[in-house]
């Protein structure tokens, strides 16, 4: 069974809100989860790795301010898409290790839609 | 060059046939590998796990890795259409744990 949960599973917003992304790790703690996007027929891109207590890791190229990451907990991290435009559709999973040099496990992703 | 690559396909068989996936890289540091597959629009679900060259078996699933040149390959025996999905390879070196990812390829078996 799935080891990583997230929601919401789909979201629509109007452009200029914010939406937030949940990603639990269950029955496991993880003190690093990472935060995917993937476009429609294209491979994951890697986008910022969420580090619990401390400032996420952004990868080159994504906008910190934009994207922002809080990992509260070991088993939650949250990805809030601020001030989301039509450009910022796209399909966003997370995903975490259940423990040292094991592989990563994904959520099923949240389809979010900008109107 | 992609760090990973690996045919988009599409690749169609027949219900019952052999399906052959495979990904080549060129950084030679990547230890770990892995194959998910993914059904659409869900996550990747993890299907293989290896760390060293030569082959792992799990039920009609086969991963192959050749580190000597640098090749990894993922069999399917008796594959049936809800094996129809998009299947990734994903590597990263030792204990660092960002995956590189191939594109992915498309797979449909045909009842």
């Known amino acids: 069974g799935a080891v990583v949960s997230q929601h919401p599973s789909r979201v629509i917003c109007k452009s200029g809100t914010s939406v937030k992304i949940e990603c639990r790790s269950l029955d496991f703690q993880a003190t690093t989860m990472f935060w995917y996007r993937q476009f429609p027929k294209q491979s994951l891109m890697l986008m910022a790795t969420?580090?619990?207590?401390?400032?996420?890791?952004?990868e080159q190229g994504v906008e910190k301010d934009k994207f922002l990451i809080n990992h509260a907990s070991l088993t939650l991290s949250t990805l809030t898409v601020t001030s989301a435009h039509p450009e910022d559709s796209s399909f966003y999973i997370c995903?975490?290790?259940?423990?040292?040099?094991?592989?990563?496990?994904f959520g099923n992703g949240t389809r979010l839609t900008v109107t | 060059q992609k760090e990973v690559e690996q045919d988009p396909g599409p690749l169609s068989v027949p219900e019952g046939a052999i399906v052959s996936l495979n990904c080549t890289y060129s950084?030679?540091?990547?230890?770990?590998f892995m194959w998910y597959r993914q059904y659409s629009r869900k996550g990747p679900e993890l299907l293989m796990y290896?760390?060293?060259?030569g082959n792992k078996e799990d039920g009609r699933f086969t991963a192959q890795v050749d580190k000597s040149s640098k090749y990894i390959s993922l069999f399917i025996r008796d594959s049936q259409p809800s094996d129809s999905a998009t299947y990734l390879c994903a590597m990263s070196p030792s204990n660092d744990y960002k995956l590189s990812f191939g594109a992915g390829t498309t797979v449909t078996v045909r009842a």
């Open positions: 950084n030679s540091a990547f230890q770990y």
């Open positions: 290896t760390y060293s060259s």
């Open positions: 969420s580090n619990e207590g401390s400032k996420a890791t952004y």
């Open positions: 995903s975490a290790m259940t423990g040292t040099n094991s592989p990563l496990h």
